[in-house]
């Protein structure tokens, strides 16, 4: 019974060369005008009251549930029809033994609809949740709320606890309505404390409409820290972007903040023994890092959420997906080569983007388990020379964290193609320098060094959590291009 009155897109241009038809800088498509028919209280988190007076985008939230299509996305299975959980740990084996340590190595699963990002919580290996309250973070709507009733204790507080807090009735409630949006407005709004100081380090305080259509998104997708106390307990949330600015968070200032701030070495590293941080989903500084279309203005929303007619009406889409998975019907409202060959397009990019990280990350692996028998070697009653192995680590730490952060964000490159080379080239260049350092202090400590260095991955990837997750074949990317293989021959990984 909801009535509108629905504006056109505004198209403002179209770029002969491409031919793609633009939106120019900061210029959205129009918003449906709304005749509000029921008025939503301050504080109100129900989804379904909200569905009340907006019942169309309340129906296409709701079905965040349903699973997608099988076989459309090369890259991206989530919970699709095929019902399988997949293994990130499979698909890429090196991260096994990167993330041995701590529960990314034990359980690290694709993402799925935003229905079950609370629910996943409670099914995923637990270690993933020894961080405590703080998990909720980018879970549950209810959690400022939750950690001004509780104070700042909510974050460590143990994780069964914390949830224990959120009200009964939305226990299992992920992102809702209020997360995005003003009640009384509808305006996009920003409802996470920990996210708005993040941006506030980035000197901008004004937000257009369209950036809005981004930063809604980037209340979760993006990277953090948690920082903890001498205790390890966690303190809070934090937007590692100390010298950055509206639109250059750069790769290299996330590291330098990472590497000089101790409380945010959040996990002891198996392998290496070393204390180090982590990066999450970094889709926020990945895209508006000056990729192609966050230059060409536009916002997660044009992808992610396009137009869709809804009976007689036009919204805009809220069950976010892939865009592969939604058949790239956002793609060609702007590109008129069609879907097939966008489609093809994308894949390709991710397809380099995929033979560079496995060369990144075996390169990193490798330089990992080369610190592993320089730190063996006093044992053995051999000398170290501690100038080269400091120096050493140091490149080591710089290409793993590249190798986490391209392997972290959701889009294997698509998001910003060129950005993910120089990121993954500058991996693969600080491995390789790891490594000759490493062969050269092993050499003159006088441990000899094989010309392949045995990964040992099974010990890593198999057996793993209270699952007994074990590596799956089938789910493994391999090299598109065929080149891994030949840099590190298959019997070196032990799987
Ligand atoms: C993840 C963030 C997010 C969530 C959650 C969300 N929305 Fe939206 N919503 C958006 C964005 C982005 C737009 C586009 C706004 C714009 O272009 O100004 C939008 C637009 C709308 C509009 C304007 C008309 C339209 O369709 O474009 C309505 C009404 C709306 N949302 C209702 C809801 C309701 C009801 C819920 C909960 C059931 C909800 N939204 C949940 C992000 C969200
Ligand atoms: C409150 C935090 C939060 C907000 C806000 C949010 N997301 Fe998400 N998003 C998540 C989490 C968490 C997952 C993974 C859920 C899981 O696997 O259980 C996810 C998953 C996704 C997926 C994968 C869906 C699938 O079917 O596999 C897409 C695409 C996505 N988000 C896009 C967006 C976009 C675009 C916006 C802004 C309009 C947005 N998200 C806002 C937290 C959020
Ligand atoms: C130009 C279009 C475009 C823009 C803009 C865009 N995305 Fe994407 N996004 C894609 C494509 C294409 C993929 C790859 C999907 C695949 O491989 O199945 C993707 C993948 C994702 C995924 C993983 C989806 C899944 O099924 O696992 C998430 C999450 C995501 N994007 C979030 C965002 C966020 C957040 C923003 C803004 C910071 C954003 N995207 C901006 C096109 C876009
Ligand atoms: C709102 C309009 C718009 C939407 C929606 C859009 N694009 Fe684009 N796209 C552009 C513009 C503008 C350019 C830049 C053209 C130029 O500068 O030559 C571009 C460039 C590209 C390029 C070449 C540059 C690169 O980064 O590789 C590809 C490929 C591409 N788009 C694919 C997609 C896909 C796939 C989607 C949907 C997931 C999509 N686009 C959605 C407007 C859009």
């Known amino acids: 019974m909801t009535k509108r009155t629905i504006a056109v897109c505004v198209i403002c241009g179209v770029f002969g060369v491409t031919g793609v038809v633009l939106l120019a800088n900061g210029c959205a498509p129009s918003r449906p005008e709304l005749v509000k028919v029921a008025s939503i209280p301050d504080g109100e988190y129900d989804p379904a009251e909200w569905g009340k007076a907006y019942p169309l985008e ?17 890259y991206k299975p989530g919970l699709d029809t095929d019902k399988i959980v997949y293994d990130k740990l499979s698909e890429f084996p090196f991260m096994a033994l990167l993330f041995h340590g701590w529960g990314f190595g034990v359980e690290y699963n694709e ?8 629910i996943d919580q409670d099914i995923i290996d637990q270690s993933r949740t020894k961080a405590g309250g703080v998990c909720l973070n ?62 506030a380090k980035l000197g901008k305080k004004e937000f257009t409409r369209q950036e809005m259509r981004t930063l809604v998104c980037a209340q979760c997708h993006v990277t953090y820290n948690v920082p903890k106390d001498q205790n390890m307990k966690s303190l809070g949330v934090d937007h590692p972007y100390d010298g950055s600015t509206w639109g250059t968070i750069t790769i290299e200032n996330i ?14 590293q198996a392998v290496t023994g070393l204390k180090v941080g982590f ?22 929303a044009d992808c992610h959420m396009p137009y869709q007619k809804a009976g007689a009406n036009k919204i805009s889409n809220h069950n976010l997906m892939s865009p592969l998975k939604d058949d790239l019907r956002a793609c060609v409202k702007c590109h008129p080569q069609g879907a097939e060959r966008l489609k093809r397009q994308v894949i390709e990019t991710q397809d380099r ?6 060369r990144a990350g075996y390169g990193t692996a490798t330089a990992a388990k080369l610190i592993e028998l320089a730190n063996a070697a006093p044992r053995q009653g051999k000398t170290v020379d501690q100038g080269l192995y400091a120096q050493a680590v140091d490149f ?18 698509f998001h910003n193609p060129m950005e993910a080379g120089r990121i993954l080239g ?16 092993l050499a003159a400590a006088g441990v000899t060094v094989p010309a392949n260095i045995m990964l040992d991955l099974t010990k890593y990837i198999n057996n793993r959590g209270t699952h007994r997750k074990n590596f799956r074949k089938e789910f493994e990317f391999a090299d598109p291009f065929g080149i891994q293989e030949r840099i590190l021959p298959r019997a070196a990984r032990g799987i």
């Not at 993402?111 to 609370?118: D, E, I, L, S, V």
């Not at 999450?280 to 997660?300: D, I, K, Q």
């Not at 080591?396 to 490159?413: Q, T, W």
């Open 111 to 118: 993402p799925q609809g935003h229905w079950y990002m609370r």
């Open 426 to 441: 500058d991996a693969i260049a600080f491995s390789a320098k790891s490594e000759a350092l490493l062969r050269q202090l």
């Open 396 to 413: 080591y730490l710089e290409a793993l964290y590249r190798v986490i952060f391209i392997g972290a964000e959701n889009s294997l490159g």
């Open 255 to 268: 590291i330098a903040v990472i590497k000089r701030t101790p409380a945010y070495k959040e996990w002891t």
């Open 353 to 358: 983007t995929v033979s560079l990280l496995l």
């Open 58 to 74: 309340y129906e296409s939230w709701a079905k965040t549930k349903e699973p997608r299509p099988t076989g459309k996305s090369k």
């Open 279 to 300: 990066l999450r989903h970094p889709e926020f500084e990945f895209f508006t890092r000056a990729s192609v279309h966050w230059n060409a203005g536009l916002s997660c």
């Open 138 to 199: 980018c879970k549950s709507p209810y959690m400022d709320a939750l950690v001004k009733e509780h104070g700042p204790g909510f974050y460590s507080m143990p994780w069964q606890e914390a949830v224990a807090k959120i009200p009964a009735k939305h226990k299992d409630l992920g992102a809702a309505c209020i997360d995005c949006h003003d009640n009384r407005t509808m305006d996009l709004k920003i409802n996470r404390a920990a996210f708005s100081k993040g941006l």
